[in-house]
């Protein structure tokens, strides 16, 4: 008889993502209404929001393990656990807990050598691009916002992510911040550190550029004076397990249409006097 867990529920796209890179999809009765990816993810069975979750349905798909993740989760935990569900618990914050995550899942359903191979195949991947990013002539200065009211600045993962494909994160003392709360620079410290580039990613929502732009006194700030905003979906970057990749990938495609630009327009240099 297989004494692994067969009957999972995933609470987080996270978990999810990891669970078909794995092969155990299958085992998958149940996930998160934020779920992406992969696309047949979104067929199995939706039991909960981030933040909520569906009793009922949970009751009735009797999962043998339940995946949810971070503190905000807390209180699903709580709810569970007291029905007497087996809750696992990550809270990731960077990369090498990303890594530490996928081992950690492999080893729950029995799948430690595909886990391996996971692990293995997604810092391959981080690694290329950083191999690529040295042919880049200076690292870029970089504003990653999370949110828009108030004022969020990107955590740890993602400032991991602008230092290996290239960038430098302006507010790399904020990014250690566990809580939201912790990462909200003042408005004029962003336009006194001016950034080259802002990217900018919105939990749960459109990003508005123009609103970015319009800020008081951002006009000042080289990255809205070149028109160099963009967005980065937030299952994209935001959700810290392999869909990081994604948004790695349109990181290092903007940073290196960046560079091109600014080659192309290179004025000539003089030519030296003798």
């Known amino acids: 008889m297989n004494s692994w867990p067969q009957r999972i529920i995933c609470l987080t796209a996270e978990t999810t993502e990891i669970l078909y890179a794995l092969g155990a999809g299958d085992r998958i009765v149940g996930v998160s209404g934020y779920t992406v990816r992969p696309p ?3 067929l199995k069975e939706k ?3 981030f933040t909520s979750l569906r009793m009922d ?3 009735i798909l009797k999962p043998d393990l339940i995946f949810a993740f971070s503190d905000l989760q807390k209180d699903m935990v709580r709810e569970l656990t007291g029905e007497g569900f087996t809750v696992f618990v990550t809270n990731q914050r960077s990369l090498k807990e990303v890594g530490e995550t996928i081992v950690a899942v492999g080893r729950l359903l029995g799948l430690e050598e595909k886990a391996g191979e ?4 997604f810092f391959g991947e981080l690694d290329s691009l950083e191999k690529k990013t040295r042919e880049f002539p200076k690292r870029l200065q970089v504003y990653f916002e999370e949110w828009d009211d108030p004022l969020i600045s990107g955590i740890e993962w993602v400032g991991e992510i602008l230092q290996k494909l290239g960038g430098e994160d302006i507010f790399q003392e904020l990014s250690q911040g566990k809580t939201a709360k912790e990462r909200q620079p003042d408005p004029a ?6 950034p080259e580039v802002i990217l900018a990613s919105w939990c749960g929502k459109k990003v508005r550029i123009e609103k970015i732009r319009s800020r008081p006194g951002w006009d000042r700030i080289e990255a809205v004076q070149k028109n160099q905003i963009y967005e980065i979906k937030s299952p994209d970057i935001l959700q810290p ?3 990081l990749l994604h948004g790695a990938r349109q990181i290092f495609k903007i940073f290196s249409a960046l560079h091109k630009e600014r080659r192309s327009f290179a004025p000539r240099s003089s030519p030296s006097t003798q």
Request: glycine share 4%.
């Open 189 to 194: 410290e962003v336009i006194r550190r001016n």
């Open 241 to 243: 397990g392999l869909s």
């Open 47 to 49: 039991v909960s929001a």
């Open 57 to 59: 349905k949970i009751k």
């Open 118 to 121: 996971v692990f293995d195949s």
């Open 40 to 42: 047949e993810a979104r």
